[in-house]
């Protein structure tokens, strides 16, 4: 029996990934993690409010996803050389230094492109949601935060 | 002097310069565990044929942008929306510039708003990112 034909993602629709929930999980703002990232920004680590970019690192670290996992969803990996496309983070309130948060996420748009010069690429947008713990929305309690991101797949064999 | 009572339309927000650096790159790898050796091996990098300084990562590209409006704004906490969109890349040993300037001032629920126009440019080169950023100004009484 011969193996499958593999998959060729120029050839592939993957509207059907929109919708897919990640299997999410929590994210602590510990105050080492607080400081150090602070200090990598060569910002005030000793500031009680955490950094808002935290907000985006939280929901990455909480989404029951790796990358590489990420990537394979979409037939891709980090060989292909994935990019960032865009970002956005809403805050409803503040980050607060020691709270776990409840993360969940899920892809919300994938839309195939053909650049001039880069060819053929599929953009897949996700959002990451931040809650507090308790009854609520999400499994969680206050929408805390949510994060859309786009990352840009090139697909160069098309 | 020049307070957040006064700011209005193409008020310009003080920019924030510093230089990136490597070793705090390592640093966010690790607390990010990203794998990724552009950011922090260059024998990694010589092979892909790459620059041999490392790639700096998104997050802290984005965090220096936040860092200028939560300073101008007064705090952390004032930070209520932020949008960029990666146009390329910095590198360590770069000087960069954050820098903003007010697009519109509105008065919400929240309290009064300033939207900003922002970016990051590598200092005598290209500008790796650019966006908009809501902040609060004043809490709504």
Redesign the interface.
């Known amino acids: 029996m011969s193996d499958p034909s593999p998959i060729d993602p120029t050839d592939t629709d993957y509207a059907d990934r929109v919708g897919r929930e990640f299997p999410g999980g929590e994210y602590t703002l510990a105050p080492w993690?607080t400081w150090?990232?602070a200090?990598?920004?060569?910002?005030d680590p000793w500031?009680e409010?955490?950094?808002?970019?935290l907000a985006?690192?939280a929901g990455?670290?909480g989404s029951g996803l790796t990358?590489d996992d990420l990537f394979a969803w979409f037939d891709a990996s980090?060989e292909d050389g994935p990019?960032?496309?865009?970002?956005?983070?809403?805050?409803h309130r503040?980050?607060e230094g020691g709270a776990t948060y409840k993360v969940s996420g899920r892809i919300v748009s994938v839309e195939r492109k053909v650049g001039r010069r880069a060819g053929a690429m599929d953009v897949v947008g996700y959002e990451l949601d931040l809650h507090l713990p308790g009854a609520g929305g999400n499994g969680g309690g206050e929408h805390v935060a949510r994060c859309y991101n786009s990352i840009v797949f090139p697909r160069r064999s098309a | 002097m020049t307070t957040l009572a006064d700011v209005e339309v193409g008020t310009v927000i003080p920019p924030l310069e510093l230089v990136v650096d490597g070793e705090k790159m390592k640093v966010m790898a690790a607390l990010l565990a990203d794998p990724n050796p552009i950011h922090f091996d260059t024998r990694a990098l010589a092979a892909l044929g790459m620059d041999e300084r490392p790639v700096n990562q998104g997050p802290l590209n984005m965090g220096y942008l936040q860092t200028m409006l939560a300073r101008w704004a007064g705090g952390r906490d004032r930070l209520l929306t932020f949008r960029v969109r990666f146009r390329g890349n910095v590198l360590a040993g770069d000087t960069v510039r954050a820098q903003g300037t007010v697009a519109e001032v509105r008065d919400t629920q929240r309290g009064r708003v300033a939207t900003c126009d922002i970016s990051l440019e590598v200092v005598g080169g290209d500008v790796a990112l650019s966006g908009t950023a809501d902040v609060l100004l004043e809490e709504a009484p």
């Open positions: 993690r150090l990232v200090d990598t920004l060569l910002d500031d409010v955490p950094h808002p970019v985006w690192m990455v670290a990358w980090a990019m960032f496309g865009e970002h956005e983070t809403t805050l503040p980050l």
